[in-house]
């Protein structure tokens, strides 16, 4: 086959240079692609930062706006007298009893912990009478199905009844019925003080506790995974479960009576760190309890 005149193939020298004309581009593009890469994904790992600090603070406020009492003398028996559980109260990593409504336990250098009365809003919680009552009763009959009330209430558990609020701990329950002794410390039962009329809320009390196990104060790792800090939270007799992890830094500052600044850190990202990335790994807010003492 004969070549056809006016038409010829490229040179060796022009292949090899437009190869590294498509090298060079290639190069480059692909530079700019994993640059652009590694930002989202940087971007990507703080806005996951924030969303678990902004989970975990706001946790942490709707608990602190649910504490409280209507009288400072509910509270002083309730915690004075021995009313509360053992297994209510953290046995680490800190070993401190509540105060008052909310407790702040002081870390130091590590982060603080938390401990908070509140009744805990829910389907169930609180309810009401479904009868009237009389003072010196110990039998409550509930609004709530014989089922709810078996998975609502144990023995042990604390309740607030009526306005002004009487406290009582279960001692046991049968069908809608709830047994109570208003005063655990005095041997037998004892019975409400005042007559109660049906539809009186009768609401569960509980103790949350917050906290950040780290290498520091879990050495172990038997409540944490080694390197990586946790703020867990507690209600009542459960164990602690995990509310954010990457937690470095959780403090309380109490501005005033009912009044409470927290402050939560999250562990920065390696490298350099901009001022988005420093906000992307810390939050505060300012937050009251719904009563004051």
């Given amino acids: 086959m004969k070549a056809q005149p006016g038409r010829k193939g490229y040179s060796l020298l022009e292949v090899l240079v437009a190869l590294g004309l498509l090298v060079g581009v290639l190069s480059v593009t692909g530079a700019v692609f994993l640059s652009q890469a590694e930002a ?34 509910v509270l002083s028996r309730l915690l004075n007298n021995g009313w509360l559980p053992p297994a209510y109260i953290p046995a680490r990593p800190f070993q401190e009893q509540p105060r008052e409504a909310v407790t702040v336990v002081a870390g130091g250098t590590l982060p603080d912990g938390l401990m908070i009365l509140a009744l805990l809003p829910g389907e169930t919680n609180p309810t009401n009478l479904l009868q009237a009552v009389r003072a010196g009763d110990t039998a409550l009959t509930l609004t709530l ?40 410390v005095l041997p037998g039962l004892q019975g409400l003080l005042r007559d109660q009329a049906a539809g009186t809320t009768v609401g569960e009390l509980s103790l949350v506790s917050y906290a950040v196990f780290n290498d520091q104060n879990d050495p172990g790792g038997a409540a944490h ?32 009576p009912g009044n409470y600044e927290v402050l939560l850190e999250a562990l920065p990202s390696l490298g350099p760190e901009g ?5 992307a790994r810390s939050l505060r807010l300012t937050s009251g309890s719904g009563k004051r003492n």
């Fill in 40 to 73: 989202w994904r940087l971007q990507g790992r703080k806005v996951l930062r924030l969303q678990a600090l902004r989970t975990a603070l706001e946790a942490v406020a709707r608990d602190i706006r649910l504490a409280g009492y209507p009288e400072a003398e």
């Fill in 145 to 184: 199905a014989a089922g709810e009330v078996a998975d609502q209430f144990r023995p042990g558990d604390l309740l607030v009844v009526g306005q002004p609020p009487e406290l009582a701990q279960v001692t046991g329950s049968s069908g809608r019925e709830l047994h109570i002794d208003t005063d655990p």
């Fill in 225 to 256: 995974e080694p390197g990586i800090p946790v703020l867990k939270r507690k209600i009542n007799a459960g164990g602690f479960e995990p509310l954010a992890e990457q937690i470095s830094g959780f403090k309380i500052r109490i501005l005033r």
């Fill in 275 to 279: 001022e988005a990335e420093r906000l």
